[in-house]
């Protein structure tokens, strides 16, 4: 795998150059490098890499960081969830304040496909179609035996009755079609402890789920992390000398580097190069600093995505790119209608500046 | 804000070329998303002598895109363009995803909560 040097981002102990994209018109003399999607589609590559329950890792190749940041952006602040918005508390006499509690409902993940719901505008009233209504209802008491009988030092769940409020005490409250719709509504953890309670405190609230987007207050982002960094590239210039091997390896992540006992050659392992953190520890050594490059490649974005959220994870970037697309619609509908106010050749009328 | 009235999408800021060779494109609701995206794009087009946009003031939520023309040409239509390519690129990357996650033998590994 000799990479393009063009395609680059250098890596020196003390610096990083060569950090731009170059492949503009007009850069490079008598070279095209003007928008052609049949050439696009040729350069990119996307691959999945893994996927779990609740996480994915693939690689995009071929794109400007620019796109891959759009996605990467729209897939933490945009695509819409459900979240607890509204929180009516009628009786709370546990010692954690309203505020704070409300704050914590809002951030529990539910269960619910935002696809199915509305978002409630400024100025509508709830109804089926954009709300969900919970309620919580828990007072915490004495157990009978108050836990004298079982040891010395009996547990809370010894001594009390409801001594927790946990997610799962969320109790569904389905309005009009919503049992047919949803099926099921709540959160998707149920062990989340929301307050601690002692005998005598009680806890009754009506909370109202709604759809948002993660720009408008974290609660809304569908994923816990969505990040990507460039995939590394370390190129050996020089042999290492054998009997440093180990040294040079420990200079990487575990797996990078391949030691070869029997052929005595120290090698780059190239499907564990991607793991390397590009710690630049090696750099440090006066004897490997020039025997080895370090480099990251500009086009090539490892994305590492976890879902928090009803969407499964491997439905995250379809989701962005549906929304990147409305979001281009809705710019085209208003370019289009700017250029044909343009038309009769007349000047075009500016607005002032506000 | 004197008026609760929604904003225009885009509008053409004062001091544009009345040929609309040079202009700045202020657009509502939008930020760094769309904004580095096309100005990557618009970048793209050898007919684009200069292209850049600016997030005026974090709090608001508009960006202000700037772009200048060979040859007279209309900023407009190239900002059309750069749209539509977007928009395929859009696709192509979608289609690409679609398949690597039907086809592909990717490892698929159990993660606990």
Partial sequence: MDVNPRRLVNIGAERVSHVSNTEFPGHYPNEDHSWNLESFEQNLTVRIHRLSQRSIEFDLIGVDASIANAFRRIMIAEVPTIAIDDVYVFNNTTVIHDEILAHRLGLIPLNVDPTQMDTLEDGDSPTDRNTLEFRINLECSWKDSKGKSTSATPTDDERYVNHQLLSKHLQWIPAGEQLEKLKTAGPLNGDIVLAKLRPGQAVEMVLHAKKGQGKDHAKWSPVATATYRLHPNIVITKPIPFERAEEFKKCFSPGVVKVDKKKRTVQIDRDHMRNDTVSREVLRDPEFKDSVELSRIRDWFIFSVESESAYKPEQLLPEAIGIMKEKIAAMKAAAMELLGGEGGGEDVVMQDET | ?113
């Fill in chain 2, 1 to 113: 804000m004197a008026t609760s009235e929604v904003p225009p999408k885009v509008r053409i800021m004062k001091g544009a070329a009345p040929d609309l060779s040079a202009a700045t494109y202020q657009v509502y609701d939008e930020s760094h998303t769309m904004g580095n995206a096309l100005r990557w794009m618009l970048m793209k087009n050898p007919k684009v002598e200069f292209c850049g946009y600016s997030v005026p003031h974090p709090s608001e939520p508009n960006i202000q895109i700037r772009i200048q023309m060979y040859d007279n040409l209309s900023s407009l239509q190239a900002l059309i363009k750069a749209l539509d390519d977007l928009n395929h690129l859009c696709d192509s990357i979608n289609t690409k995803y679609t398949e690597s996650l039907q086809n592909d033998g990717y490892q698929r590994w159990d993660e606990k909560s």
